[in-house]
């Protein structure tokens, strides 16, 4: 694989990583802002534009677009997240240029047409009740509200149905100028490539492209809570599962520390093989659904833990998670448990080699979390190196009550006893 990076005259990134004899090709176009550029008064605008790229260009109708997407084969996708939009691709190899006509027509020539804009208004609404029906969706949502108070990246990204169908359109259009600059977008492409063939193809489109603007002003760092959210059951609601989701906050992710982290997610509460699942789920049967994970933005995160169980089961699981937790720090890891954890991360890694796709979005991750390209093989290096020392001292660092923040959605909360416990 042969890797390179060139940041053009008007800001805009391509980051290319050439697999010779592979006949598929992935690309991928990403906005380096997300919901977090947002405030309380447009919340779910980024969502909405990304919904609406589809829906016309210039050139081509919402219809024409969908049947151009069929006919190129391979696969095409587009999300919003909190700190970045992608819109990416897979096809083959044969295809590119017409696959990446389509995907800078829809970044950089969307028309908003106002019939489609008012219709897809309605289905973003229709999205959002379907996550407040979802009772791990709506537990996200309060939660980043709760653990990222006074920031964006407290505010959920499709927004609320309220403010949604007040868009106007001019105003949503005037973000999307705003916001879609070509420095503020990196294209990703992976596959068997001839690389200066595409550059200079890409040099031509860029005549059509808009002006360069500035970039947004960098954002605040957030501030994350502390302490305890319960959310009992509104009237109407009637979930037949507690949902709890405990966080530890991560104000800045050094490379190797992500490492150690995600090692270290696997042995907590990440696998099968895991503490709390072998003792919590499998030793006492106190909940069904139960894991460990990294939430990660660019800069910021949390090491997060989330179970879905019984209401009966509440107060016990909480008293034998505080435990298992207390004793993993106290006790420390085992030399085997560290081994099988690095060597599932480092198949995740090998795996993923094997796809374009794969390869495609994990150039842009490295590029925007960690600020430079890793190679499959710097990245199992650095994965090997780890110590169980490291993890034990990162475990004990980040794993303490006082750092918490705690939230808890269905029927028979226990406020009080659940407080007393984690407090004590």
Known sequence: MSYSKE?????????????????????????????????????????????????GTSRWSQKEIALKIERLGGSLDAYTAKDHCAYYQS?????????????EELVFRPSFPEEEFESEKRVVVEEIREYLDNPMDLLSNEFHSFFYPNSPL??????TEE???????????DTYRRIYTPANLVMTLCGDVDLAKFRRFLLEKMESWP?????????????????????????????SQSYVHLAWPLPAFQERRRYRLSILSHIVGGGFSSRLFQRLREEMGLAYSLSSFLGSYNRYGFFGIFAALNPTNLFPFC??????????????????????????????VILGMEGTSSRMKVLFHNDFLLGHYRSPKQTLNTIRSITREELE????????????????????TRENKIKELWND
């Open 319 to 348: 008293k034998a998670l505080k435990e298992e937790l207390n004793r993993l720090c106290q006790e420390g890891l085992q030399d085997e448990e560290v081994e099988t954890a690095r060597l599932n991360y480092e198949s995740a």
């Open 154 to 159: 407290g505010l959920p990204i499709a927004g």
């Open 7 to 55: 940041i053009f005259p008007n800001g805009f990134t391509l980051l290319a990583e050439t697999k010779r004899g592979y006949p598929v090709a992935s690309m991928g176009f990403w906005l380096k802002s997300g919901s977090n550029r947002e405030s309380t008064e447009n919340q779910g605008v980024s969502h909405l534009i990304e919904h609406m790229l589809f829906k």
């Open 211 to 239: 002006a360069p603007r500035l970039l947004p002003p960098p954002l605040r760092p957030p501030r994350p809570a502390r302490g305890f959210l319960f959310l009992p059951e509104k009237r109407g609601q009637r979930w």
């Open 393 to 412: 001292t990162e475990m004990r660092h980040l794993l303490k009550p006082e750092k918490m923040a705690f939230a808890l959605l269905g029927r028979k």
């Open 163 to 173: 403010r949604v169908l007040s868009f106007d359109r001019n105003a949503v259009l």
């Open 91 to 103: 096809l083959l190899n044969n295809r590119l240029e017409e696959g990446y006509d389509l995907l």
